[in-house]
Every structure is written in structure tokens, then in C-alpha cells.
């Protein structure tokens, strides 16, 4: 599988992917993209659709934005007409299937913690899915209820220790970080932090 564009949340004005939830509402918006009936929009985006998400002044969370590959190029979300975008290689009458929906503001009333990262750190890239928290230098995790923030944790420093204990570890079976945290990821996907040692033994 190809890596997978995330969806992105936007705290103190800078942009962060989001990585993991313990709410998979966060990770699948279906219910609230029923009319518009998602397509694969590319193999980096199977799901048809990604989101930019931000904290209104409520510090509530919000889908502020969201991009989607659909057949209804004239479905209301929210309210909200979509922008179609113009590709004279596709559609009836240039217009393609990718539809984006600008300033849409839909609260999105989630229980649990999102973690969001920046600083991605190139040389742990994993060519399949969504990358995995270790491959960022800043992890920070927030906490929700019925959507309205409650709590922020940075989690950075802990993940650069975890990160130590992969590097040296995929050192000593002679083989590149980024295949060891393939082999992992799936494993700690839950944004609970779970030391790498908790989870699997000493080395």
C-alpha cells in the first residue's frame, strides 16, 4: 500500500498529521460523507477523502476543511456548496470528481485522544498507510470530550527515547529503522503511549 495523505489538525497555528485516535470517528467521517459516497481518490488516499481539522474559540473540534472523490459534485455538507476543482482530462464538462469543501466548520463531537505530530523525520518514511508517530520529532496528544478539548499532553521527549531504543535495536539486527518500525507499528497504532519495552520485552 501506498503511504496514505493524513488528515492534519491545527494547533497554535502550526499543522500537525493526526497519527492515531482512540475514536475512529476521527479516522472515518462516512457518516457524515453518506451523500456524497466516497471514492478512492488515489492510490495515496483509498478512503476517497481527507480532512484538515482545527479548534474553533469553544476549543471545540471542527472538519474545517475537507477534500473528497465523489460522483455528487453538488452535495450540500453542512450547509456548505463544494469548490470544484477544474481538470479538463476528467468529467462532464472538464469538471473533476474532486470535490473540496472550504470553511465547512462541522463540529465533530469525539470521545478520546487524537495524537498529532509535525517535524517528520524523512529517513523513517514507510511507504504503505499512515506513518507512525515515532517517525515525527514532536508528538503531542489530545484529549477530548464530546468533542470539546480537555486536555494536552507533549509526548516528544518519550518518543525520541522510544525512538533510541528502535534505532539501536534495528542496528543490532542489521536492519534500517524504518522496516523496524513497520514490523511494530501495527502493534502500537493506539495513542495510549506504550513503551516499546513494555510492549516487548527487553532487548
Not at 521527549?157 to 513497520?182: C, H, M, P
Amino acid at each position: 500500500m501506498t503511504a496514505q495523505i493524513p488528515d492534519s489538525i491545527e494547533i497554535s497555528t502550526k499543522r500537525h498529521s493526526i497519527v492515531a485516535s482512540t475514536d475512529g470517528q476521527i479516522f472515518n467521517l462516512l457518516a457524515y460523507l453518506s451523500p456524497l459516497k466516497p471514492k478512492m481518490l488515489s492510490t495515496a488516499c483509498y478512503r476517497g477523502y481527507f480532512a484538515s481539522f482545527a479548534l474553533d474559540s469553544s476549543k471545540s473540534l471542527i472538519i474545517r476543511d475537507i477534500k473528497v472523490n465523489s460522483p455528487d459534485v453538488n452535495a450540500l455538507l453542512n450547509d456548505t456548496p463544494p469548490y470544484c476543482e477544474w481538470d479538463y482530462s476528467r468529467g462532464e464538462n472538464g469538471r473533476s470528481y474532486a470535490v473540496s469543501y472550504e470553511g465547512l466548520n462541522l463540529r465533530l463531537p469525539i470521545n478520546g485522544t487524537v495524537r498529532a505530530c509535525r517535524d517528520f523525520i524523512n529517513s523513517m518514511y514507510v511507504h504503505g498507510g499512515f506513518q507512525h508517530f515515532t517517525s515525527f520529532k514532536t508528538v503531542i496528544d489530545l484529549s477530548f470530550e464530546d468533542g470539546i478539548l480537555i486536555g494536552q499532553k507533549d509526548l516528544s521527549e518519550e518518543t525520541s527515547n522510544l525512538r533510541t531504543i528502535i534505532n539501536n535495536e534495528a542496528r543490532r539486527q542489521g536492519k534500517d529503522s524504518y522496516l523496524f518500525v513497520w514490523a511494530f507499528s501495527k502493534k502500537t497504532d493506539h495513542p495510549d503511549f506504550v513503551s516499546f519495552r513494555n510492549l516487548h520485552g527487553d532487548f
